[in-house]
């Protein structure tokens, strides 16, 4: 017999219940029995679901009402002090407050779950740190779980994984030195308390290994697993997102009784494992994409498991590649996608179907399950072929590039003097970067629009009326290089999406960003071609009303597809340089209708790197032709810009100066231009703009803050080319902050204007 299993399930809801039924809360609507009742429904529909399908081992501790990293850390009793709580007697009510704040402590700050867009709550370590052991809820839900007739398997964060996503600084010393000899006892205790409650398997996650885990966390495991085996409980160490070949040995020498695999992410390691891993131990394969949205290939997942079959037996376990927290819950519940797209994809209830399938056939033979294989080799084949998914134009377009065709036609010192003979910029150019502030007005027209009850020339007049107020402010402020403010726009990369040929978009298809939030990422199913211009109308528009230069603005190539469902048929660079290719017909248009200076942001260019650092000059090599495949043929007078945020940028330095945009404006302030002194050193030869005032508060900054921090990025870039700007998009911001702040940083380049200009 296979043992299907998994590790966790969407929690949310197929019609995201639970984040309305938490908000009701929040708000005070609903009380706490109702917010618990929708949560033991959601948990109940759950294990119907995965037990309806055969799976013979359900998840326990899946389920959270914000952050199952969180939850681990309440467990444990491992809460920052400064709120005071009480593990032991922790309400819900002030499990909320972690998460969120209240009105002495702010959040625990939260941080994407590896290359995942799943946020989790950063545990705060310190070396006074305490552990105690808080099991209750976990054995409630247990029990419940067996109440349900299902058989059960905890899945917990593990103890080095946990330790290492802590904040990074280790201020006190290394915390495997410091933490981990009071941690180990307390989850020895945790894993005892669950295998009373009747707990055979517990899967403890560590994907550190699939991430570079630093030196000191390896050497920690086997103490570590030594300790947790001699509780009783059998082991199964949970790995995803990368492959943990190298680790086989280390594996091999702790004492557990199983791992589990990606082998959608890295295919590769299951050869190593399948040679490597003893027969007597657990090998659990995951050959379900558990973070896309495509139907498996069912025969060829059968028949790459057949031989593992043969060899481990009932030691052969088969699970989603990892949790099915990343994917959606349910297609059934789709009804507007188109039929054959829809025909090809599997949400996390049709993936527990298709293990079902594979356990069957494994145990039965692939006859017992002729009728399912032939349905998934339908699809197969017709996603081979379809010509919804294949355009022969597109892809002759990109096999077709030639060697230097990514290059613009002179280098930047050449193209910046272009530029500069018509922009006749002053010292230290103004700008910002795209969306203003987005009112409840311009959403309402928006959505109004898209449900039909606002006509098409309404909807024009009051964007029209938006991008004019948004220029006049500009004007006024007498910001060099203007924008039109982005008010047509609901999403980057929904917006672009749209538009372009390849894409699609769920009615349903949420999954958790964090807490109560989720995100719905459009779908790139095919290749991807651009039918019509997308931005020219808006851009041009805002052009004919003032004399200073429109910024044009689109969405990169990689942040296109790294916040998008993509297709799993091609390699993921042929994606990237098919939307390249269809931004660069978007920046050829653009320069034709007069707007010569065009911002590609690519926010996402950091986390879509692999998690492995020997792949990341793979990565960095695409990705960055892709992005200069987007403005190629572009006149040296076109000034591209390019924006990148919220991420550790210092690494990847060269890489981005190899993307050769004319400008960067990079998010800094908060770091006190900390990022800007790496750009500094490392002699980043382009103009940089970087970010003078922090746009996720309301606050108005003081002059002196601004000045400060514009003096700093003086010291480290040439004054010729250095930029001033906000730290990113307004979007989020209201119109009188937005104005006041934007006045404080125009008044304080003026200031220094004035100073340079003295000193000339
Ligand atoms: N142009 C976008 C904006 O201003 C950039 C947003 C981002 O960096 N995430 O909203
Ligand atoms: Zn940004």
Request: hydrophobic fraction near 40%; charge should be negative.
């Amino acid at each position: 017999m296979t043992t299907f299993h998994l590790s966790g399930y969407p929690r949310i809801g197929a019609k995201r219940e639970l984040k309305f039924a938490v908000e009701a809360f929040w708000k005070g609507a609903k009380s706490e029995a109702e917010l618990r009742e929708t949560a033991a429904e959601i948990r109940r529909l759950n294990w119907a679901a995965q037990k309806a399908a055969g799976a013979d081992l359900v998840p326990v501790g899946d389920f959270s009402f914000y952050d199952h990293v969180l939850d681990t850390l309440c467990t444990l009793g491992a809460l920052p002090k400064r709120f005071g709580f009480d593990a032991s007697k922790l309400t819900l009510p002030e499990y909320f407050q972690l998460a969120r704040g209240n009105a002495t402590q702010f959040a625990m700050e939260m941080t994407k779950w590896f290359d995942t867009n799943y946020h989790y709550i950063v545990p705060e370590w310190h070396a006074d740190t305490e552990f105690s052991v808080n099991a209750a809820n976990l054995i409630a839900q247990i029990k419940e779980a067996k109440a349900q007739g299902c058989d059960i398997k905890p899945t917990l964060v593990g103890p080095l994984t946990l330790l290492w996503l802590g904040k990074k600084k280790e201020e006190f010393g290394c915390r495997v030195k410091t933490l981990l000899p009071k941690l180990l006892p307390a989850y020895a205790q945790l894993l005892r308390e669950l295998a009373a409650a009747g707990a055979d398997w517990i899967q403890i996650d560590e994907p550190i290994l699939a991430a570079d885990a630093p030196q000191p966390y390896l050497d920690a495991f086997p103490n570590v697993y030594k300790e947790l085996a001699a509780t009783g409980v059998r082991i199964i160490i949970g790995t995803y997102f990368a492959t943990v070949a190298e680790h086989l040995n280390l594996l091999k020498s702790l004492p557990v009784h199983g791992v589990h695999i990606d082998c959608v992410r890295a295919p590769e390691q299951l050869a190593v494992f399948a040679e490597g891993w003893p027969q007597e131990r657990v090998l659990s394969v995951g050959l379900i994409d558990g973070r896309n949205v495509w139907r498996a290939n069912l025969s060829k997942v059968i028949d790459t498991l057949a031989p593992l079959n043969a060899k481990f037996g009932s030691n052969l376990w088969i699970a989603p590649s990892c949790s099915l927290l990343h994917s959606p819950q349910d297609l059934a519940v789709e009804e507007k996608l188109d039929a054959e797209i829809k025909s090809w994809m599997a949400f996390a209830a049709q993936k527990l179907v298709e293990l079902g399938i594979v356990k069957r056939a494994l145990e039965h033979g692939k006859d017992s399950v002729k009728a399912e294989l032939a349905a998934s080799d339908a699809a197969a084949a017709d996603r081979a072929t379809n010509k919804k998914i294949h355009n022969p134009a597109v892809q002759e377009r990109v096999g077709s590039l030639k060697a230097g065709e990514d290059q613009r036609k002179s280098p930047f010192p050449v193209r910046i003097q272009a530029q500069q003979a018509w922009m006749k910029l002053p010292l230290l150019p103004t700008t910002t970067i795209g969306s203003f502030p987005q009112t409840t007005e311009i959403r309402q027209a928006r959505a109004a629009f898209k449900k039909g009850e606002l006509s098409a020339a309404d909807y024009d007049a009051a964007m029209k009326k938006e991008i004019a107020y948004c220029v006049e402010v500009q004007e006024k402020l007498e910001i060099d290089v203007p924008v039109h403010g982005e008010a047509e726009r609901n999403d980057m990369v929904e917006y672009f999406g749209e538009q372009l040929a390849g894409y699609c978009f769920t009615q349903f298809g949420w999954v958790q960003s964090y807490g109560s939030r989720c995100v719905k990422p459009p779908v790139i199913f095919g290749d991807v071609s651009r039918p019509e211009p997308m931005t020219v109308y808006w851009s041009s528009y805002a052009q004919s009303l003032t004399k200073r230069p429109m910024k044009g603005m689109l969405t990169g190539p990689v942040t296109m597809f790294k916040w998008s469902f993509v297709r799993d048929d091609v390699p993921l660079s042929t994606v990237a340089k098919q939307i390249a290719l269809a931004l660069n017909d978007e920046v050829l248009d653009l320069e034709k209708a007069g707007i010569k200076v065009i911002q590609i942001d690519e926010p996402a260019i950091r986390e879509a790197m692999p998690l492995k650092k020997a792949q990341w000059d793979e990565y960095l090599a695409w990705a960055c032709e892709a992005f200069r495949l987007s403005s190629t043929g572009a006149e040296d007078s076109t000034q591209i810009h390019t924006h990148m945020c919220y991420s550790e940028f210092n690494d990847i330095l060269p890489a981005i100066a190899s993307m050769d945009a004319d400008v960067i404006t990079i998010e800094t302030s908060r770091s006190d231009m900390e990022l800007l002194t790496a750009f500094g050193d490392f002699k980043y030869p382009n103009d940089i703009g970087p970010g003078v005032y922090d746009i996720h508060s309301p606050r108005v900054p003081a002059e002196v803050e601004v000045e400060h921090l514009l003096r700093k990025a003086m010291e480290v870039v040439p004054v010729e080319r250095l930029w001033v700007n906000p730290d990113c998009g307004l979007k989020t911001r209201g119109w009188k902050e937005t104005l006041e702040q934007l006045e404080v940083m125009m008044a304080v380049t003026k200031k220094l204007r004035g100073e340079l200009d003295n000193k000339r």
